[in-house]
């Protein structure tokens, strides 16, 4: 069974007449998205404005995961199953922006408000009223803003990888040693925040840009990137640069189908809908000011040893605002945890969540 993104997007479009969002950011792509690897059949549920692409299995307290860049639902695919057979109701959305989800062109409408509150209206569908949000990425930092948005709504809070943001009014944490990334010009953050700076580069070969990102060692091994002098785009996280060298860092380690997946999915939607999570940043820091900070639920940090954007050390004092905290830490892993080292991560949830949740 395939949808086509022209199919996809006319029931979007029909979903969306009655919201403001700008219609002609859902015009269809000529390729076919297929369905994914390894994934129950999607459910389609609208909220928010937008038509959202669920994969959604099992009974019990509900556990949403949020996928980061350049990620997608299929991310989890390998937490979804054991986690329904421990008992829980897992939601595994493509999130706004990404595959079969989609979104609006407009950078406006990706702010943290919107990312939230399309989580909120997707469990509003089922008559759910609190879950676990476990992110990861961009997806965590969407987990930790549930938890000062609608706090209500939240039985527990997961970050992997994303470490919760530390109030402004506690004083900063010292961190040993200097930094492995040196912040330039190009950092890829930064250039991703300029709009037509990065779809042409990331979508000239999608491939080898998705190659080089998911990846082990290179960019995602910290010891590594100290070799690397301060000035070369590699120790900058230039990724720009590094995406169109003839051999990027770092050694692909994701499964042909799982790979093809991903590659076919990023020709037929671009890569605009995830840039704009970066694009409508600057928009998050208003959306939270005045939000509480404390939070009092249950919550889980799971770091990884060789992240070299989220450093474990992003994590050092969470318990001066995290009532509730406990960390765990993957050795040897770079950024794409859930997907590198599965069953270590697995046995971290569900350890976790039958004692906190069930």
Known sequence: MTLTRRQFNKASAIAAMGSALPLSCLQ?????????????????????????????????PAVVLAHGF??????????IGPLVEAGFHVMAPDLRGYGLTGGPDDPA???????CDD????????GIEKAV?????????????????????????????????????????????????????????????????????????????LEFVFSRGGI????????????????????????????????????????????????????TGGLNWYRANPRNGPVLEGKPFRLDMPCLYIGAE??????PERADGMEDFVSDLEKYL????????????PEEVNEVLLDWLTRKIT
């Open 28 to 60: 269809a792509a000529s390729a076919e998205i297929p369905l994914p690897p390894y994934m129950p059949a999607p459910k389609f549920i609208d909220s928010n404005g937008i038509r959202m692409a669920v994969y959604e299995q099992g009974t019990g």
């Open 70 to 79: 350049p990620e997608l639902a299929l991310s989890w695919r390998h937490q």
């Open 109 to 115: 409408y990706y702010d943290v408000q919107y990312l």
């Open 119 to 126: 989580l909120i209206g997707m469990l509003d569908t089922r």
């Open 133 to 209: 949000f476990c992110g990861h990425d961009w997806g965590g930092y969407v987990v930790w803003a549930m938890g000062r948005l609608y706090p209500e709504r939240c039985s527990g809070i997961i970050g992997l990888n994303t470490a919760a943001e530390r109030p402004s009014e506690l004083p900063p944490v010292e961190r040993e040693g200097p930094p492995s990334l040196v912040r330039g010009p190009n950092y890829y953050a930064d250039a991703f925040r300029q709009p037509g700076r990065a779809e042409p580069i990331l979508e000239a070969d999608v491939r080898k840009t």
């Open 220 to 271: 995602w091994d910290r010891e590594a990137m100290y070799e690397w002098p301060e000035n070369s785009p590699e120790r900058q996280m230039d990724w720009l640069t590094m995406i169109q060298q003839e051999d990027p860092p770092g050694e692909p380690f994701m499964p042909e189908d799982v790979l093809m997946y991903y590659v076919n999915t990023f020709k037929a939607t671009g890569f």
């Open 306 to 311: 060789n992240d070299t954007i989220l450093t």
């Open 330 to 341: 993957v050795l040897d892993c770079g950024h794409w945890t859930q997907q590198e080292k």
